[in-house]
């Protein structure tokens, strides 16, 4: 896991504060970080706005008192972090595309939504990036990817790849990786909370109280999940280190083998990967 020291970030503007962008705004928040210039957000709601009116650097504003919101939050920002609902993209782009200095780097965290779509509601002189954080950037540990457009540069992914460095670990894929990634580290979560979810109504067939079960299941995750952090070895070794030759573990993996857990996990992340190109094409 990556953590930032000494990060300089130019003026930031983040269109919508849901809470993936707050999840990264309090990633520039961190010790050793600085965003010359201050961060700009905007909100619908003056209540939303309120919440973070006093936060250090921060200046918020809210469209539904001020038409201008995102106009002047992007007013002289060398970074704009789009982070609305997908829906309202096409809509805001058309609203701050004429106030974007040239050489703004955008960056995307609208799920869906292209590069390619972003790049032909902007000015030429405008950069894109397309990322795809998950939501462990809450807590600081993030696996984002990040895609380059055809106009930014390889300064812009340093850029991109430093700010998204305060949350957690950065990739730089393709954009044609992008949706694969996200039914790996996009949707992973989900699929650890539910593995997490059976076990523990598992714990509970077996005659624990749901605390107890909780006690045991969370608590071995989270174990396992520092362990392997703090190791030099790979999953696949961790697991042979728990697994005594004929006893009570390698009989267990044993069943889930013969059940398909890796063919199922082929099949869901296909599924998945099906819906995110039926979305990106509607």
Known sequence: MTSPQNVTLPTIAFLGAGSMARAILAGLQKPGVTVNGGIRVTNRTAAKAAELAGTEGVTAYATEVDAFANVKAVDGAQIVIIAVKPYMVADLLAEIGASLAPGTLVLSVAAGVTIDTFESLLPDSVHVIRTMPNTPAIVGMAVTGISAGTRSSEADLTLASALFATVGDVLVVPESKLDALSTISGSGPAYVFYLI?????????????????????????????????????????????????????????GELEKGGLKELFDTATDAALARARELAAS
């Open 197 to 253: 979810e059976q076990l523990t109504e598992t714990a509970i067939s077996k005659g624990f109280t749901p605390e107890e079960a909780a006690v045991m299941v969370n608590g071995t995750f989270l174990g396992a999940s520092a362990l392997l952090a703090v190791s030099d070895k790979s999953p696949s070794e961790l697991r042979r280190q728990v697994t005594s030759p004929a006893g009570t573990t390698e009989r267990a993996v």
